[in-house]
């Protein structure tokens, strides 16, 4: 696209004569062909008014019309719109060397108001030709009737050279009110102010600028860096292109002088000589756009920060999702694992109770043969081994029978220390630390020493037998961030030490019944399996992780038990636990005797569902002088029982069809006086059920303890009755 000519240039090329006055009519500017027209310089006449700068003949004063040319720019103050002088006689001073003298001239002119964006008149654009001769000529021809038509014609075309004149200034006007931008002319080294456009006037606070100096238009710019660059580019003639300039201008009055953001150029103006005249200052008021840049920016990084916050904190939620994910999964498969322990351990036991039943009742017939009591020996050996495997297995189900008490465990760490060392060898160096005051724990003590020992070897043995080990006593309190339902009080305790750590398929896999990294050794694999299943069965969990100092750090988080309330809380004590557990040993039936307290025999209901313990059981009661009802399921015996008066209910725990436990709620709440007897592996708490009177005859059991066991309930009964 062309570019279109400017305003500075249109006005001081034109070959037309141009004067620009301000409403008070004094001269501002004025082109070439006007001080070439009327014989002056512009220094002579600027800063008059028009009036005074070209005054009358004294000596002949109807020879200057000066009222009639002020009727004319009064018209234009009033409409506001163009008026024009057709002819008008208006003799001017010519300076001779004998003075001035002054010529009787014609003149034809054309006065267009310049607006600002209030649509006030700000200045007027005279434009004046000459017509002098035309009007001789026409003065000349006036006799003659004939001459009438050259002299209209002459009157034509100095109308049309005017309407001519006059649409050449409205071009002038609106190029330089409709420039793309604000405008202003600035001649001259004190950068006076000739032309500005509305929208220069807008960005300066719409203040009267022509014929004044930058720096009396614009007194708040002092001190700032838009004099300077004016006076550099006047200097040295060389425009200046600024972009995203701050400037501070009073746009109103009464305020304080706001930041203006400014793109512009100043354009050096240039005569033919060479000589620098004025600046052209072109621009735009980029304040707006650089406020929305900033605070689209400011939004841009605010979001990109939020994202990455909220990236940050989705990565972190997935990470704990998946870390919460696998220890649930974790603690699932420990969980099913743990059931399908117990039931084998189950299992197992009711095979050793049939083992072990049989072979006392063997050793009874057995005679003298020492050879063959050898073997009986070697064989109950086995049982027992057997079942303290079944033990092991019963607590990583987390079924084991358990004594708890309150138990302060630096004390308890103190007592066990010369063990310790004497356990992990003279190259261990053992450190124990306790952090504050530790809260006592309510657990079983034989089960807990059972803990730090086994914790404390493997330790040792991820070292290979050297290093350092450290046990850690601290209080915690999990708060809304703690895994699952494990907020409250712990004491944990660490067991950490400097070996070379675990993987995390190892760590995964640490709690897993007879999962074991030695390979070369005859590790059963059930080591942490007790731990984590004793922890569990006594309210508290297990956790593993990296060491301070390279190794793993296994944590033992055991739940605080401050009195005697909080106990009974935590499951009680020994001495007031409603669970009444039957043990005893494996003795030969020789070498123990449990005499009866009272002779009188016990009516007993047996039920179990393997055929062959049902069967081996009731012949061991019926040789201790009992009466014995076998039953095989729980249906069956609450038959039984509404048929015929019974002294003792025995249920094995786990029954086909309803469970050996509900089989004793509904036996003793139909006959209160029955004494309920429950045979399991692991003990059976009678609060957890609802049954204050109930009993628990661990298996694998002998004759020793099921004797003991019905002579206890014969001299309670006894004691009874009496």
């Known amino acids: 696209m062309q570019q279109r000519p400017s305003f500075e240039s249109l006005f001081r090329l034109s070959p037309n004569a141009y004067v620009l006055l301000d409403r008070d009519l004094v001269i501002l500017d004025a082109n070439a062909a006007y001080l070439t027209l009327t014989g002056r310089k512009l220094t002579e006449i600027q800063g008059q008014r028009l009036h ?43 300076q001779t060397p004998l003075g001035p003298v002054y010529e009787d001239r014609y003149w034809s002119a054309t006065h267009t108001p310049i607006l600002d964006e209030q649509g006030e008149v700000v200045a ?26 050259p002299v209209q014609q002459l009157e ?24 793309p931008g604000f405008v202003c002319f600035l001649r001259g080294p004190d950068h006076v102010y000739e032309l500005v456009n509305d929208a220069y006037r807008q960005v300066t ?36 292109v600024g972009r995203r300039v701050s400037l501070f201008l009073r746009r109103q009055p009464d305020k304080e002088p706001q930041e203006a953001i400014l793109d512009f150029v100043l354009q050096p103006i240039v005569e033919n000589d060479g000589k620098v005249i004025g600046i052209f200052v072109q621009g ?63 299992d197992f036991n009711n095979m050793l109770q049939i083992i072990g039943g049989n072979l006392q009742l063997l050793r009874r017939s057995l005679g003298s043969d020492q050879t063959a009591a050898r073997r009986l020996d070697s064989a109950v050996s086995g049982v027992e ?29 103190e007592q066990m220390h010369e063990l310790l060392n004497g356990a992990l060898g003279s190259a261990v160096q053992l450190e124990l630390e306790v952090l504050g005051e530790p809260w006592p724990v309510f657990a079983d003590v034989g089960n807990l020493q059972s803990v730090v020992l086994n914790l404390a070897s493997n330790a040792r043995d991820a070292m290979a037998g050297s290093g350092r080990v450290v046990l850690r006593l601290e209080n915690r309190q999990l708060g809304e961030d703690a895994p699952g339902d494990s907020r409250g009080d712990y004491v944990l305790l660490s067991v950490i030490d400097e070996g070379g750590g675990m993987s995390d398929d190892v760590r995964a896999r640490a709690f897993e019944p007879f999962f074991t990294t030695k390979q070369d050794s005859n590790a059963s694999g059930l080591g942490l399996s007790m731990v984590y299943g004793f922890v569990k069965q006594s309210g508290g969990f297990v956790t593993l992780e990296s060491g301070e100092r390279g190794g793993t750090a296994v944590h033992v988080h055991l739940p605080r038990c401050v009195d005697d309330e909080q106990q009974q809380a935590c499951g009680g004590d020994s001495s007031a636990s409603p669970v009444k557990v039957v043990t005893g040993d494996s003795r030969p039936a020789d070498s123990a005797s449990s005499p009866a307290v009272d002779d009188a025999s016990l009516k007993i209901l047996f039920v179990e569902d393997d055929p062959t313990l049902r069967m081996l059981t009731g012949e061991v009661m019926m040789e201790l002088g009992h009466q014995v009802v076998v039953s095989e399921t729980a249906e069956e015996a609450l038959e039984a029982l509404e ?40 003990a059976v708490n009678a609060s957890d059920v609802g049954l204050d009177r109930l009993r628990t005859m661990l298996k694998p059991y002998d004759i020793h303890q ?16 009496n």
């Open 284 to 346: 735009q008021d980029v304040t707006e756009q650089q406020r929305n840049e900033t605070e689209l920016r400011r939004y841009r990084d605010d979001l990109e920060e939020l994202v990455r916050e909220r990236t940050l904190a989705l990565e972190q939620s997935e990470a704990e999702r998946q870390v919460a994910q696998q220890a649930l999964q974790q603690a699932q498969r420990l969980e099913a694992v743990g059931k399908l322990t117990g039931g084998i351990a189950h």
């Open 205 to 240: 606070g719409h203040r009267q600028l022509l014929g004044k100096t930058v720096r009396e238009g614009l007194p708040e710019i002092e001190g700032q860096a838009f004099i300077g660059l004016l006076d550099e580019v006047y200097r040295t003639g060389q425009p200046y």
């Open 385 to 413: 081994k057997g079942a303290r495997l079944a033990s092991q297995l019963l607590a990583f189900a987390s079924r084991q029978p358990l004594l708890p008490r309150q138990v302060h465990l630096p004390e308890l760490l």
């Open 156 to 179: 034509q075309g100095v109308m049309s050279r005017a309407r001519l004149l006059q649409s050449e200034g409205e071009q002038l006007r609106r190029l330089f009110a409709q420039a």
């Open 706 to 721: 099921v004797r003991e066991l019905l002579d206890g309930i014969r001299t309670e009964r006894a004691a009874l009755r």
């Open 643 to 682: 048929q015929q008066p019974f002294d003792v209910l025995l249920t094995d725990v786990g029954l086909a069809g309803m469970s050996g436990i509900d089989l004793a709620r509904e036996a003793g709440a139909r006959h209160p006086q029955l004494s309920l007897v429950i045979a399991s592996g692991y």
């Open 52 to 94: 005074e700068a070209f005054a009358a003949d004294p000596l002949s004063p109807e020879m200057t019309r000066v009222q009639e040319l002020l009727d004319s720019f009064a018209r234009v103050l009033s409409r506001k719109a163009v008026d024009t002088l057709p002819v008008i006689r208006y003799s001017i001073a010519r």
């Open 124 to 149: 007027i654009l005279q434009h004046t030709s000459d017509i002098t001769e035309l009007q001789a000529r026409t003065d000349s021809l006036s006799q003659a009737a004939a001459g009438r038509q």
